[in-house]
């Protein structure tokens, strides 16, 4: 009974070694035809490595590269934001959280004019991550949401003080 015990534990030990395994080569492997100009192929070994492997160390950089293949080459940017959004419900300690989050209100902002959804994420960014270096950028969004770069310059002219100048100038 101890020895089938023992065999058991090894053979369980051994096929979590490989799981982790897998998913770490399985994301070198898409890594490296993201950089052979394969995205396609890239796009289908992270979607792999969300769906077998969701608790390595991987699948939360996998799952964001995922939403930014499919912003850049499915020209996709509704199925970005919601997958960004993903990242940061899924994995929201990890280095991906706040960045996914930051990255999905960009997105329903800039892309897709979804200025509700665009408030919400930068809502719940400002309450999740308010010690993060991105805050004052969120921030900065939340107060020019839904205006055009032409506005937003116009306004930070206008509320900016005016520079007189000195006798020496």
Do not use: W
Not at 28 to 41: G, Q
Not at 46 to 61: F, G, M, T
């Amino acid at each position: 009974m101890r020895r089938s015990f023992l065999s058991v534990s090894l053979m369980l030990l051994f096929l979590t070694a490989c799981g982790d395994g897998g998913a770490a080569d399985l994301f070198h492997e898409a890594s490296a035809l993201e950089a052979n100009k394969k995205p396609a192929e890239a796009l289908a070994l992270y979607e792999q490595i969300v769906r077998e492997y969701p608790k390595s160390d991987e699948a939360p950089a996998a799952m964001y590269q995922t939403a930014v293949l499919y912003y850049n080459v499915q020209k996709d940017p509704l199925k970005a934001a919601t997958t960004y959004e993903l990242v940061s419900d899924t994995y929201p300690s990890s280095p991906f959280g706040h960045k996914a989050l930051f990255a999905a209100g960009f997105t329903y902002e800039n892309e897709l004019q979804n200025f509700d959804r665009a408030r919400k994420a930068y809502d719940r960014y400002l309450k999740e991550y308010p010690d993060s270096n991105m805050v004052e950028s969120v921030k900065f969004s939340l107060q020019h949401l839904g205006q055009s770069p032409d506005q937003i310059l116009e306004n930070l002219q206008e509320s900016a003080p005016l520079v007189e100048k000195t006798e020496g100038q």
